[in-house]
């Protein structure tokens, strides 16, 4: 995990330098803790008693709740995928390594984190700018980059790239949708059916 960007929070009252030696620990139990529970039930106390760390602790070094998961969203960086994209040798195969992959515990550890980030976005913007930074933009990019290697490897006509953009949200935008809806599950059986019934018809 990426050394977190701590921001203008991460200076303690004057004269009273603060201990970043745990800040990785805090950030990451922040991130199993909405990894197994609903958003409203993620606490600053319970990190603290998660962690071991007196709650004076966390509240002095972020104020409120979404202070710390922001923090906690910045600290993970981008998906791998962004600076590495799949190259399994098709479009279906690619698409799919990346519903596979192993960033942030990998699919279903990943997807019930995304859930409580997705329910903190409707009511907290900070939260909604940092998840449409490290996870939705960096997405998009990730989706048209494999795209575009389709048309170069000849699996995809040229005279579609126009749609690239379009279809490079089709992915994340009705994730999204599912989490904020409730309208059904979102796992792998769902992300396949968006791969072969709406983007690989689209393309063809």
């Keep these: 995990m990426q050394t977190p960007n701590l921001g203008s929070r991460g200076n303690a009252r004057p004269g009273r330098p603060f201990d970043h030696s745990t800040d990785a620990l805090i950030l990451t139990t922040t991130l ?7 958003y409203e039930r993620v606490t600053l106390d319970g990190v603290a008693a ?33 600076d590495h994209p799949p190259d399994r040798g098709s479009l279906r195969s690619d698409l799919l390594s990346v519903i596979d992959s192993p960033w942030l515990g990998g ?43 389709a048309v170069d490897r000849g699996q995809v006509p040229r005279e579609r790239a126009p749609a690239f953009p379009l279809l490079a949200e ?5 994730s999204t949708h599912r989490l904020n809806t409730g309208q059904g599950p979102v796992n792998r059986a769902f992300f396949a059916a968006l791969i072969d019934d709406v983007m690989l018809p689209a393309l063809r």
């Design 32 to 38: 199993d803790l909405l990894s197994e529970r609903p």
């Design 50 to 82: 998660r962690t071991g760390k007196a709650k004076t602790t966390l509240y002095r070094r972020w104020a409120t709740k979404d202070d710390l998961v922001v923090a906690a969203i910045n600290s993970i960086g981008a998906p791998p995928e962004i």
């Design 107 to 149: 699919p279903d550890r990943r997807l019930t984190i995304l859930t409580g980030l997705a329910a903190a976005a409707r009511s907290s913007q900070p939260v909604a700018d940092a998840v449409r930074s490290k996870v939705a933009t960096p997405y998009l990019e990730i989706y048209r980059s494999i795209l575009e290697r």
């Design 170 to 174: 089709v992915i994340p935008a009705m």
